[in-house]
């Protein structure tokens, strides 16, 4: 049986994560198949259009996605991701990064990730399915 709560996990998750690190990504949230997080974007982030690289948004809507999924205790990993790359990001700019499950069954999970910028605007959406494993945190 699963002894570490959703934050533990999260954390446990994030220690581990270099990546996510690398992007200096802050929990706001975590409960049961949810995840917020903050991301200030740097300059090491940002493309030859002096823009943030679509994979920056892609990765921390990836990071909202497995934080998520694992909060039940159960290892899951994504199988499926799509992204849809709204508007073009900057240097300075604040993400708030919030993911929420659409559904979850015994084998997989589906989970929304939505990125607003700090005036509220939506900058991406994303869309993660996840398989879900019997191994446990």
Known sequence: ?????PVEIVNHMLNND???????????LVELGKCELSCKIHKDMLNGHNIAHGGIT???????????????????????TS???ILSVQKG?????????VYRGKTVGI???KITNQSDQLVSNFK?????SSKKW
């Open 1 to 5: 049986m699963n002894n570490m709560s």
């Open 93 to 101: 700019d604040k993400l708030h990064i919030s993911c929420k499950e």
């Open 18 to 28: 270099a990546f996510s690190q690398w992007m200096k990504v802050k929990v706001l």
């Open 128 to 132: 993660g399915t996840v398989s879900i």
């Open 58 to 80: 892609y990765s921390l809507s990836d990071s909202a996605l497995a934080f998520a999924a694992n909060t039940y205790g159960a290892k899951c990993v994504s199988i499926e």
């Open 111 to 113: 989970y929304s990730v």
């Open 83 to 85: 992204i849809s790359h």
